[in-house]
Structure formats: C-alpha cells, structure tokens
C-alpha cells in the first residue's frame, strides 16, 4: 500500500479533515493535499510529525537485495 493511500484512509477512519490534520500536525494543508495525492518530496521530520497524529509510525529498513 502506497502513502498517499494509506495516509487518505488512516485520516478518514479518523474522521480528521485535511484542514485538521495541517492544524493538529503543524503542516501547510498544501503539503497535506500534495501528499495525498502522491506529489511532493516530504521530509522524514514532516512524515512523523503526520504519522505521530494519525496514530501511526514511521519504519524504515533495508530491502533484501534481489538475487
């Protein structure tokens, strides 16, 4: 599942508007709608502090190299 979805769908069972989640995370609604629609290049600090409102978080690991 890709961020774009997961973040639009995490938001919604949570019943948070964009305009919310740009109030309750500090994050411009323009980079909340870019993100929601698969644009933009957000930070790692961005990432969290929307992960930490929508009750999520971010994982990072390395990917098993294809043989």
Same mark, same amino acid.
């Given at each position: 599942? !890709?961020?774009a979805?997961t973040m639009? /769908?995490?938001?919604s069972?949570l019943?948070m508007?964009?305009?919310d %989640? $740009? !109030?309750?995370?500090q994050?411009?609604? $323009?980079t909340i709608? !870019?993100? /929601?629609?698969g ?5 790692l600090?961005?990432?969290e502090k929307? $992960? /930490?409102? %929508?009750?999520? #978080?971010?994982?990072l690991?390395i990917? #098993?190299p294809?043989l």
């Open positions: 599942m !890709d961020l979805k639009k /769908e995490r938001r069972f019943r508007t964009q305009q %989640l $740009a !109030d309750f995370s994050i411009s609604l $323009a709608k !870019d993100m /929601e629609r644009k933009g290049n957000p930070s600090s961005t990432l929307i $992960a /930490e409102i %929508l009750g999520m #978080e971010v994982c690991k990917k #098993e294809k």
